[in-house]
C-alpha cells in the first residue's frame, strides 16, 4: 500500500467526493472489510455498497485484499491501495458537484469551529482558505519520497502551514474566525 497519492484527475476526484464513497475510503482506513460489513455499518444494501466499491475499485483506490468465509460463503475482503488520499485543489473542477463538496466540507469545519467556541463571520471565505491551505502545503507534501504514518504527516503539514502562510493572511483569517466576545 502506498502512503500519499496526490490526486489531480477531476474524474478521479468525483469518484472520492461522492458522499457514500468517501465514507467507504474513511473506513477502510482502519481495516480491509466485506461489502456485506460496510454494507451493515452504512446502512445501505449490499447492491448499492457494491457500485460504489466498483468504482473505487476502477479508479484505483481499492483492491481486493483477500477473502473471507461468512457462513460458508466466501467475500471478497477490500482494502484501500493508498493511506493518505490528498485532492489537488487546483484540479477542482468548477462544477456543481466540486462546490458542493467544497461547501460541505467547509460547513462541517464551520459546525466543529462553532462547537469549540469560535465564530465564522464568512463561510465563503473559510472556504477559500481550506482550499488555499492546501494548496500552499500539497506542493512540498508532492516532493516526499519517504512513508510517514499518518500523524507524522498531519505534524508535517501543519508545520508547513505555519512556515508559509504569511502574517497578513493569519491576520485576516482572525478577523474572519473568533472567539465570541462574552
Known amino acids: 500500500m502506498k502512503e500519499i ?8 476526484i468525483k469518484v472520492i467526493i461522492e458522499d457514500t464513497r468517501s465514507k467507504i475510503l474513511k473506513l477502510l482506513r482502519f481495516r ?6 460496510l454494507s451493515s455499518i452504512l446502512n445501505k444494501d449490499i447492491s448499492t455498497i457494491f457500485r460504489h ?3 473505487l475499485e476502477k479508479a484505483g483506490l481499492v483492491e481486493v485484499t483477500g477473502e473471507r468465509r461468512v457462513h460458508n460463503v466466501p467475500e471478497k475482503v477490500y482494502g484501500r491501495t493508498v493511506k493518505t ?3 489537488a485543489p487546483e484540479a477542482y473542477e468548477k462544477s456543481a458537484f466540486t462546490r458542493r463538496y467544497q461547501e460541505r466540507t467547509a460547513e462541517q469545519i464551520r459546525e466543529a469551529l462553532l462547537d469549540m467556541g469560535y465564530f465564522v463571520e464568512d463561510t465563503e471565505f473559510l472556504k477559500e482558505f481550506i482550499v488555499y491551505m492546501e494548496e500552499i502545503t500539497l506542493e512540498d507534501i508532492d516532493k516526499l519520497r519517504k512513508d510517514m504514518d499518518w500523524n507524522h504527516l498531519r ?11 504569511p502574517p497578513e493572511k493569519i491576520e485576516e483569517l482572525r ?3 473568533h472567539s465570541p466576545k462574552t
Open 5 to 12: 497519492e496526490i490526486v489531480s484527475d477531476p474524474e478521479t
Open 32 to 37: 480491509d472489510m466485506t461489502i456485506s460489513e
Open 53 to 55: 466499491v466498483k468504482k
Open 85 to 87: 488520499i490528498f485532492l
Open 155 to 165: 505534524t508535517l503539514k501543519e508545520l508547513l502551514l505555519l512556515l508559509k502562510i
Open 175 to 177: 478577523k474572519n474566525i
